[in-house]
């Protein structure tokens, strides 16, 4: 529409402004709002930008690869993989502080731009300019949450916004700082950004180490793996993917109950549902799911996840509670 082909060119313009004839990296988290900002800037600058995608151990399944075949088919984009998992995990042993967590995140994932950085400009032909610009998908509720907008409270560090180091040798270029969501979702589909990557729910930055509450490590990761790729699959077979704004799936780590499958005794965790409804992140309702679905949703989970013996559902709106629980 014609707001959205007014902010898509305003935004190229600004984006050729701040960056000239310098090169950028974007990092592809695998989410909405890194696609979009690097698809626009890369509309704005072509081959002097250079997509990263870190994989840092802690996405969902499947999330890797539709980054690096999806996104790259629908923009052109020149693309760098970084597989940092090592990196990510050793750096969260031990962790269970959520603040704690998303600054570590927040800080591993710079250094791994950076070293990506120092690879991209090896391997280029022409040693000629080195990167100097950060392309960050940040939205405006991100800014206002993270404390950065008017009058707001810092509620929780937002990977892309509080957990920058003060050393960092990037200027960052943040075209959709004043977008909300939905807007968001319209510039991407006017960019030709496929439905499956455009309509997707939002995922964030920080990813499954913030739905595992406790310490994460490899074993919780492919647990909360496996449950959170039942509960997408149900819901999207219930063909409610548009209607639920997102459903995080947390893995209650350092819970125990007590259960009984089959004949025997289990002592297994508890996983839960967090399906909300929302306009833009900023306030959430719970969402009220089918019976059967949820049904559907807690048997699975508990007979094909060894390890969870129970599946709650999370019916707190927002406030009081946040969507994510880190
Ligand atoms: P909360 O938990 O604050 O989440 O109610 C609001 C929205 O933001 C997402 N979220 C993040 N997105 N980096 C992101 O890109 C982050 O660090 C981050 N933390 C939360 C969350 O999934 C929800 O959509």
Known sequence: DWTTGNIVEEQ?????????????????????????????????IGDQLTCVFVNHGLLREGEAEQVETDFVAATGAKLYVADEQERFLSALAGVTDPEEKRKIIGR???????????????????????????????LYPDVVESGGGEGAANIK???????????????????LRTLFKDEVR?????????????????????GLGIRIIGEVN??????????????????????????????????LADVRSVGVQGDGRTYGHPIVLR???SEDAMTADWSRLPYDLLARISNRITNEVDG???????????????IEWE
Do not use: Y
């Open 157 to 175: 560090s937002h990977h892309n916004v509080g957990g920058l180091p003060e050393d960092l040798q990037f200027e960052l270029v943040e075209p």
């Open 186 to 206: 319209s510039v991407g589909a006017q960019l030709g950004l496929p439905d499956e990557i455009v309509q997707r729910q939002p995922f964030p930055g920080p």
């Open 108 to 138: 591993e994932f710079i250094r791994a731009f950076e070293a990506a950085e120092v690879e991209i400009v090896k391997e280029s032909a022409e040693e000629g300019e080195p990167v100097r610009f950060l392309v960050q998908g940040t």
């Open 275 to 277: 399906p909300v409804s």
């Open 218 to 251: 490899e074993e919780r990761l492919t647990l909360l793996r496996k449950a959170d790729a039942i509960a997408r699959a149900e819901l999207t077979a219930a063909g409610l993917d548009q209607e639920v704004w997102q459903m995080p799936v947390v893995l």
């Open 12 to 44: 190229v313009e600004r984006i050729r402004e701040q960056v000239g004839t310098g090169r950028a990296i974007c990092g592809l988290s695998g989410g909405v709002d890194s696609a979009v900002a690097a698809a626009l800037v890369q509309r704005a």
């Open 308 to 322: 969870v013996n129970r599946v709650t559902l999370d019916v707190t709106s927002k406030p009081p509670g946040t």
